[in-house]
């Protein structure tokens, strides 16, 4: 089929299609118009995707620094929020969508929480707590129960190394004799408001 264009503007429609950089309108388009069998087009597409294909492949892959991974997912989280609630009652129940809660700063740097739910009646708190790498925070006592369930990293409690999947209960009137992280982590802890606070 004889093309209604110049080799450049073939060129130029190829290239930009293969990076995906026309519009969703001039993508249909241009799809139309290989559809209709435009051999200089369709050749140029399949010489710019080998060439897309190379450049893919001759980079090795890299990680995102820890930094840039949250600020995309908190821009990404702040996006849903806008349009959606973190907090689902249903028949009687109480979800707490975590991801579309915005993480809280404490006292302590490094140290951020999001309160999943607050029992007023009884005084009791369940919190989301994330430390940052190298953060420790101060010693508190313990008015009532508290328990804590790590969810990822390492977390040293009074001198106890703790890994995912790890538990502690302390008893009313224990001291907690620090907690501290190397690498960073997150954990649940649910506490009595009467109890000092770590962070």
């Not at 140029?44 to 820890?66: H, I, N």
């Not at 740097?109 to 989301?128: C, N, P, Q, S, Y």
């Not at 995912?164 to 190397?182: F, L, N």
Request: aromatic share 6%; proline share 3%; hydrophobic share 40%.
């Amino acid at each position: 089929m004889k093309p209604l264009h110049s080799i450049d503007e073939a060129r130029d429609g190829a290239a930009l299609y293969v990076v995906g950089a026309l519009s969703g309108e001039e993508a249909r388009e241009f799809e139309a118009h290989l559809k209709q069998g435009c051999e200089v087009c369709a050749a140029e597409v399949k010489a710019f995707s080998r060439v897309t294909d190379e450049l893919a492949g001759a980079v090795s892959p890299q990680a995102p620094s820890a930094e840039l991974r949250e600020r995309v997912l908190n821009k990404i989280a702040s996006e849903v929020r806008a349009g959606h609630s973190a907090t689902i009652d249903k028949n009687g129940m109480r979800f707490m969508l975590s991801n579309l809660m915005p993480w809280e700063e404490t006292a302590t740097k490094g140290i951020e929480t999001k309160v999943l739910f607050r029992d007023a009646a009884h005084g009791m708190v369940t919190v989301l707590v994330r430390m940052a790498p190298g953060t420790s925070s101060r010693h508190h006592r313990h008015a009532a129960v508290e328990e804590s369930y790590v969810l990822e990293g390492d977390v040293t409690i009074s001198g106890v190394e703790m890994k995912a999947g790890d538990y502690c209960r302390a008893e009313p009137g224990s001291v907690h004799t620090g907690i501290s992280t190397r690498g960073g982590c997150q954990f649940i802890t649910i506490a009595s408001e009467r109890n000092e606070s770590f962070y």
